[in-house]
């Protein structure tokens, strides 16, 4: 028989595919000895040896061009080693391509889903390895064995249903479920939570739990620590393409492997001055639109605004609502006391509004197109004289934000699509900074941002506040708004439900009000 | 796959010399192919082959450089072809009602923003896909010319208006200087203007465009007005070339056009083109028929090698952005 007739077999029966291949609980099953990628003269990943234990969670962390999508991509067969051993229970393997990668039982879970959104679960789940007879799929039988998983795993999914569907964190635990289900025992995890909400990842954390209860080797890749701390039981880092060190999860702390990824203590990432507050910048008295009601808040100059919930709590949509997108349904809006009606984004921009939304992908970024494009983007019209753009005030002002925010670039002329998540954010900001504003809102400014950059644009806030402007921070990690914000409101279902001054509750307290128990 | 990031995108090359060297790739493929003509044909560089090789490549030529607003937008405008004819025969029309040749030539243009308009307005407003509304007039367009003229053609009289096709200024045929009307103001347009730069943005991702103050709708609706003045524009030269108004006339020129503006760098994804690449597009196009027609190659030839050209050059075009990457 065959490993795929009996993946194939075993897959129909549930998770018990990992026993394949009994490398003893706690044996490494894949070392990796003096591995090395080199793109030209550029070295994405210096030699770098590193054991994975059979049926460990090994955590990877570091900051973004690190080398770690460089080492997914390695141990996926996505891109080959330019030198180095990698060593698989305990024999010498290539892993020259995708296809060598999953045969072996090394998969991969990405951030972003790869399926295909417009058909089923259950065909998402056998998709390239679908039950035939005779030629013909057996759709009815690839429906149950799919239910089958999805209800032993505890999910509450029907198979039937459209994979588009279901909310991004569903979909990330049926790739987690395909994945599973296909023989996998070496399971990689790239920053699987950057778009769940709190349940999602709670689920997805059992899933993950469970998958190493079976005997599954799982490497979880995140920035965030407190994910890193609940969940592995040792933690590698890696600084500019070199291993600096792997730890037992018990003998390290977060500011330990801080110091280590990025050279610098915790105290100095959430940079925190406080500012007299100054005359109130706008205030919305029981405004409601669509998928928020009643909300009354004030910001003033000098102060962060943090609005605290679960993604889908409202946030997002207030501020939306606040820069114009839709007519409010009810309530008022007063512009630094003035009552005003802001019917497009372009009056909010020009009443003095700001606004760096949720997804820099779908909503922040053109991505193919330059920096430059992206940074002038809302400024044309005043860069415009007579009939034609002054090229030398488009590229001076392009130039000075892409210097005074660092951003690693050597032209403003690269395409966006070519820069790293914290470089990205880095131009988003950099768009708005060029259109100035009373009122800056960050809609999660820091989602796959390397802590240096989150460092650097924490820094950048209190260069806003002490201008003059007002700051409304939209975060799902609590310790950032927590940390910085001077007044934190919290979302729940579409409504404000409490408001808390700097630091006043407690953590758990905050968690509470969000989640609704 | 995920987007792949790299890190401070040390391998881009830079777009605007890259977009430089594509332009000189496309006009070297142009010299080369007359340099070719000239020596396998007698009659290549006779003046009036040149003259007639110019004229055949202008009213594609400015086909092609509105329909590149509208595909910059990730857009596509299947109606051009449709609105050349159609306007052919709005010129004849309003030329036998004795209409003053002025107001007839700012009516049919008109005609074209209308259209445009009526394009936009299907789009941004009753969220019809671009592909979809614009093959409806397509089609429309043809049975309300064909209404028009009963089937028949309408004869201008005008002398005035159809000795402009045939004339010459400087030696050049006064239909490509009217490429060189249209395409000045469309390299300072799309260029040079903010107006440019939104339909770019607009085509990358209008969501973002919208957040950053851009008004995306009218931007769409500038894009198809563009595209079917350009058109109608053509339409008049159509008219003037030929003398009468049909409306079965330029059949597959959106095709043609179409085709200029990937071969001069259009992606069809949107958010990639210029306003010299489609020229260029537009005039390898013309000389390939015109060399064909010379060298004897029967004209079923001539569609199947401007098929392999299309996939040759748009794939070396994918090659280089790649490895841009």
């Known amino acids: 028989m065959t490993e795929l007739q009996e993946a194939r077999d075993v897959r129909t029966e549930g998770l018990t595919v990992a026993t394949r291949h009994p490398v003893p609980k706690g044996e490494p099953i894949l070392e990796l000895r003096a591995l090395q990628k080199k793109y030209g003269a550029v070295e994405a990943l210096k030699p770098a040896s590193l054991t994975f234990l059979s049926g460990e969670i090994h955590a990877i962390v570091g900051e973004n061009g690190a080398g770690k999508s460089t080492l997914i991509k390695l141990l996926t067969g996505v891109i080959r080693r330019t030198s180095g051993e990698i060593f698989w229970c305990g024999k010498p393997v290539q892993l020259g391509t995708p296809h060598e990668a999953i045969e072996r039982g090394i998969n991969a879970v990405h951030q972003e889903v790869v399926l295909c959104a417009h058909l089923s679960v259950a065909a998402n789940m056998f998709l390239g390895d679908e039950i035939n007879r005779n030629g013909l799929m057996r759709k009815r039988a690839m429906t149950d064995a799919a239910q089958r998983v999805l209800d032993d795993l505890g999910f509450n999914l029907p198979a039937g249903a459209v994979l588009g569907s279901l909310t991004i964190g569903q979909q990330q635990l049926v790739a987690t479920a395909r994945a599973a289900m296909r023989g996998t025992q070496f399971l990689i995890f790239d920053e699987p939570t950057a778009y769940l909400t709190r349940q999602e990842s709670a689920q997805l954390f059992r899933l993950i739990r469970r998958l190493q209860a079976e005997g599954v080797t799982i490497v979880y890749i995140s920035h965030r620590m407190e994910e890193v701390f609940e969940l592995a039981d040792r933690v590698s880092v890696l600084r500019d393409g070199t291993h600096v060190g792997t730890r037992k999860i018990g003998e390290t702390n977060e500011a330990e492997l801080i110091a280590l990824m990025i050279n610098r203590t915790i105290e100095q990432i959430y940079h925190k001055e406080h500012f007299p507050a100054g005359d109130i910048i706008v205030e919305t008295r029981n405004l409601s639109g669509p998928g928020f009601q009643d909300v009354s808040l004030t910001v003033r100059a000098g102060e962060i605004v943090g609005l605290y919930g679960l993604i889908g709590a409202g946030r997002s949509e207030f501020a939306l609502g606040l820069y114009g997108r839709h007519r409010p349904s009810a309530g008022e809006v007063y512009w630094q006391g003035r009552k005003v009606d802001i019917a497009s984004e372009r009056m909010a921009m020009d009443l003095g509004i700001a606004l760096a939304p949720e997804s820099r992908r779908d909503q922040g970024l053109c991505l193919n197109l330059p920096i430059g494009l992206n940074i002038n983007l809302p400024v044309f019209n005043r860069l415009t004289r007579g009939l034609t753009i002054n090229g030398q005030q488009e590229r001076e002002n392009a130039d000075r934000q892409i210097r005074d925010l660092k951003i690693k670039t050597p032209s403003r002329r690269v395409l966006v699509s070519a820069m790293s998540g914290g470089n990205q954010q880095k131009i988003v900001i950099g768009k708005w900074l060029s259109h100035g504003a009373k009122l800056f809102i960050f809609d999660e400014p820091t989602v796959g941002v390397d802590v240096g950059t989150k460092a650097e644009i924490y820094r950048l806030f209190a260069r806003l506040l002490e201008n003059g402007a007002g700051i409304i921070l939209i975060s799902s990690y609590l310790p950032e708004v927590y940390e910085l914000a001077d007044r934190l409101h919290v979302f729940r279902g579409g409504r404000l439900v409490a408001s808390h001054d700097y630091r006043a509750a407690s953590h758990e307290e905050v968690l509470t009000q969000a989640i609704g128990v | ?325």
Not at chain 2, 99 to 122: E, R, S
Not at chain 2, 191 to 213: C, D, I, K, P, T
Not at chain 2, 235 to 264: K, M, P, Y
Not at chain 2, 281 to 303: D, K, P
């Open chain 2, 1 to 325: 796959m995920s987007v792949e990031t790299v890190e401070s995108g040390a391998g881009a090359a830079p777009r605007k010399g890259v977009s430089i060297l594509f332009g000189l790739t496309l006009l070297g493929l142009l010299l080369f192919l007359w340099l070719l003509l000239g020596f396998a044909t007698n009659s290549f560089w006779t003046p009036n082959n040149i003259s007639n090789l110019l004229r055949q490549g202008a009213m594609t030529a400015i086909l092609a450089v509105g329909q590149t607003f509208v595909i910059i937008t990730a857009g596509i405008d299947l109606s051009v072809g449709a609105v050349v004819g159609f306007t052919s025969v709005i010129v004849a029309w309003l030329l036998a009602a004795g209409v003053p040749l002025w107001a007839a030539i700012i009516l049919t243009l008109a005609f074209g923003v209308v259209i445009g308009a009526f394009h936009a307005f299907g789009i941004v407003r009753m969220g019809l896909p671009p592909f979809i509304i614009t093959l409806a007039t397509l089609t429309s367009l043809r049975g309300i010319g064909l209404l028009i003229t009963n089937g028949s053609t309408i004869s201008i009289t005008d002398e005035a208006f159809t000795n402009f096709s045939r004339a010459d200024f400087l030696g050049v045929p006064s239909l490509f200087w009217m490429v060189i009307v249209v395409a000045v103001p469309a390299y300072i347009f799309l260029h040079l203007s903010r107006f440019g730069r939104y339909l770019f943005a607009v085509g990358s991702n209008s969501e973002a465009a919208r957040l950053s103050g851009v008004n995306v709708h009218r931007t769409i609706y500038l894009a198809y007005i563009l595209s079917s003045t350009c058109a109608a524009f053509v339409g008049l030269l159509l008219a003037s070339r030929i003398g009468i108004g049909n409306a079965t006339q330029a059949e597959g020129w959106e095709l043609q056009a179409i085709a200029s503006s990937v071969i001069g760098g259009t992606s069809l994804f949107g958010a990639v083109g210029s306003v010299h690449g489609p020229l260029l597009g537009a005039f390898i196009l013309a000389t390939i028929n015109n060399g064909a027609n010379l060298l004897n190659v029967n004209s079923f030839w001539q569609r199947i090698i401007t098929g392999a050209l299309i996939i040759v050059i748009v794939y070396f075009d994918q090659l280089r952005r790649r490895s841009a990457r």
